[in-house]
């Protein structure tokens, strides 16, 4: 059944190309790091910065976090960049939504540098707009900061986009910006780890998209 959506906002990676962050060993290192720095150690690669960003802040110490822990970020984020490929039909859904007159933005908590540089490699730029990375927020997903600006940009209502991603924290992030979630097997998480999280709609692949829209 087609719905009424204006815009889709989608994941990046394991959405719009194949998941690739090495993630156990990243979460490591990083935990070591806020460590150090006096934050807290608990949570994904996404919690720990979200953390020490609201712990660091009142106390005047963003800076030190941020030099602290944006290298290993966007280290791992170009060992990543050396291995993306685009999920299957990810150009060619890009292009049909845009004959259909839908929007298309992208919000990930991976660094512009590598993001920009893999989208322009295989053609999935031209349709995006905004594309929001880590850079471009405090907070990462799961906090709603980025999809929130995502819809300021469209100037469209949160009911108006479909948000699409492949993880937890996409479902987390899309309901706390009050947008309806797709999720696309395959990615980051297995369909089981979403018995308690469901999405509004399941898709098997990208092209299944297009069922959802005008």
């Given at each position: 059944?087609?719905s009424?959506?204006?815009a889709i906002?989608?994941?990046?990676?394991g959405?719009l190309?194949?998941?690739q962050?090495?993630?156990?060993?990243?979460?490591d290192?990083?935990?070591?790091?806020?460590?150090?720095?006096?934050?807290?150690?608990?949570?994904?690669?996404?919690?720990?910065?979200?953390?020490?960003?609201?712990?660091s802040?009142?106390?005047?110490?963003?800076e030190d976090?941020q030099r602290?822990?944006q290298p290993i970020?966007?280290?791992?984020?170009?060992?990543?960049?050396?291995?993306?490929?685009p999920?299957?039909g990810?150009?060619?859904?890009l292009?049909?939504?845009?004959?259909?007159?839908?929007?298309?933005?992208?919000?990930?908590?991976?660094g512009?540098?590598a993001?920009?540089?893999?989208l322009?490699?295989f053609g999935?730029?031209a349709?995006?707009?905004?594309?929001?990375?880590?850079?471009d927020?405090?907070?990462?997903?799961?906090?709603?900061?980025?999809?929130?600006?995502?819809?300021?940009?469209l100037g469209?209502a949160p009911?108006?986009a479909l948000?699409?991603?492949?993880?937890?924290?996409d479902?987390?992030?899309?309901?706390?910006?009050?947008?309806?979630v797709?999720?696309?097997?395959?990615?980051?998480?297995?369909?089981?780890?979403?018995?308690?999280l469901?999405?509004?709609y399941w898709?098997?692949?990208?092209?299944?998209?297009?069922?959802?829209?005008?």
């Open positions: 059944m087609r009424g959506f204006k906002i989608f994941d990046y990676e959405t190309v194949d998941f962050w090495k993630l156990a060993p990243a979460e290192e990083l935990r070591q790091a806020c460590a150090a720095l006096g934050c807290p150690t608990q949570g994904s690669y996404a919690e720990l910065w979200n953390a020490a960003v609201a712990a802040r009142p106390a005047g110490r963003l976090v602290t822990l970020y966007d280290r791992f984020d170009a060992d990543a960049a050396t291995r993306w490929a999920r299957p990810a150009e060619a859904l292009a049909e939504l845009a004959a259909r007159n839908i929007a298309t933005a992208l919000v990930s908590n991976c512009r540098s993001v920009t540089a893999v322009s490699r999935l730029d349709h995006l707009q905004p594309v929001i990375c880590r850079g927020v405090h907070f990462m997903k799961p906090h709603p900061e980025g999809t929130k600006r995502a819809l300021d940009a469209i009911h108006e948000f699409v991603g492949d993880s937890r924290t479902v987390h992030t899309a309901r706390a910006a009050g947008v309806p797709a999720v696309i097997r395959g990615g980051e998480c297995d369909e089981a780890a979403f018995v308690d469901p999405p509004d898709v098997h692949a990208l092209g299944d998209l297009l069922a959802l829209v005008p």
